[in-house]
């Protein structure tokens, strides 16, 4: 099995950045595609990006592309995300989740097998 803990997340201002991360346990973190969703109040998750289990291929979605970038370090067995350039809309709970299934840059919640317990990103206007 696969257990995942986020950290990074807070309370921060419009145009601030933070570094989300995420440490992976229970199973060899390399042979894991990854990937980050959020979910704000009153809404359904929703992805925000993924990467491949080399780090060779990344995936955005349309609103968070050339401000959030997606990376992991397999010998620290941690994935990250670095946010910059917040937004008010930006607020939300963030997941990381390991690929179970699907392919390399699905969207789809259902095809990530193990999740982490979040992390509150902030942002105020």
């Known amino acids: 099995q696969v257990q995942l803990v986020e950290s990074g997340g807070g309370l921060v201002q419009a145009g601030d950045s933070l570094r989300l991360s995420c440490a992976a346990s229970g199973r060899t973190f390399s042979s894991l595609s990854m990937g980050w969703f959020r979910q704000a109040p009153g809404k359904e998750r929703e992805f925000v990006a993924a990467i491949t289990r080399s780090g060779g291929s990344t995936y955005y979605v349309d609103s968070v592309k050339g401000r959030f970038t997606i990376s992991r370090d397999n010998a620290k067995n941690t994935m990250y995300l670095r946010m910059n350039s917040l937004k008010p809309e930006d607020t939300a709970v963030y997941y990381c989740?390991?690929?179970?299934?699907?392919?390399?840059?699905?969207?789809?919640?259902?095809?990530?097998?193990?999740w982490g317990q979040g992390t509150q990103v902030t942002v105020s206007s």
């Open positions: 989740a390991a690929k179970t299934r699907g392919y390399s840059g699905s969207y789809d919640p259902n095809d990530y097998g193990y």
